[in-house]
T-cell receptor
């Protein structure tokens, strides 16, 4: 069973460029979450999506950031016009409709974004 | 979501039992207590979850007193590979979509 897959694992962008991060959830999971983690800090929730719908984007910056989870294909976190402060590890997680445990999300290995 | 407080770091020798305590004084009736483990350069991994008393699985035990204002994650006979950051989370099913990770406890296992 493949877990959550994220690519690329490492991404380098110059200021002003766009960053596109991809996440393929566990097969059969219809819920996807994105988190951001700065060095030496815990993960911060960004957005929760459920197939084609954004359910909760309360942690997403209002500008430059967007996320989608199309009917077919991976979930995409898009950051436009990146700035140095966007440098962080971005983690994607997924969960099934009915899980054995509450609050259990399955995390991918993360994408480490570096903005030069 | 209830706020949690954990020690920032702990050291332990190999083979010892490690207990990490988490305080959650404002835990609500419907809240569950969940622990995640995160290795360097990896995403967090679910370890254990409980509501009250004691829960045990193949990885750890979770002890929750009657007032549920704290919980203790117990790792039996740790090895070097248990070096990681351990996060305590508290929330109910409605909050399951928005997990709040604090800074966690950085456990270092020493040979």
């Amino acid at each position: 069973n493949a877990g959550v897959m994220q690519n690329p694992r490492h991404l380098v962008r110059r200021r002003g460029q766009e960053a596109r991060l991809r996440c393929s959830p566990v097969k059969g999971h219809s819920h996807v979450y994105w988190y951001r983690q700065l060095p030496e800090e815990g993960l911060k929730f960004m957005v929760y999506l459920q197939k084609e719908n954004i359910i909760d984007e309360s942690g997403m910056p209002k500008e430059r950031f967007s996320a989608e989870f199309p009917k077919e294909g991976p979930s995409i976190l898009r950051i436009q016009q990146v700035v140095r402060g966007d440098s962080a590890a971005y983690f994607c997680a997924s969960s099934p409709d009915r899980g054995y445990n509450y609050n259990e999300q399955f995390f991918g290995p993360g994408t480490r974004l570096t903005v030069l | 979501l209830a706020k949690t407080t954990q020690p920032i770091s702990m050291d332990s020798y190999e083979g010892q039992e490690v207990n990490i305590t988490c305080s959650h004084n404002n835990i609500a009736t419907n809240d569950y207590i969940t622990w995640y483990q995160q290795f360097p350069s990896q995403g967090p991994r679910f370890i254990i979850q409980g509501y009250k008393t004691k829960v045990t699985n193949e990885v750890a035990s979770l002890f929750i007193p009657a007032d549920r204002k704290s919980s203790t994650l117990s790792l039996p006979r740790v090895s070097l590979s248990d070096t990681a950051v351990y996060y305590c989370l508290v929330g109910d099913r409605a909050g399951a979509n928005n997990l709040f990770f604090g800074t966690g406890t950085r456990l270092t296992v020493i040979p």
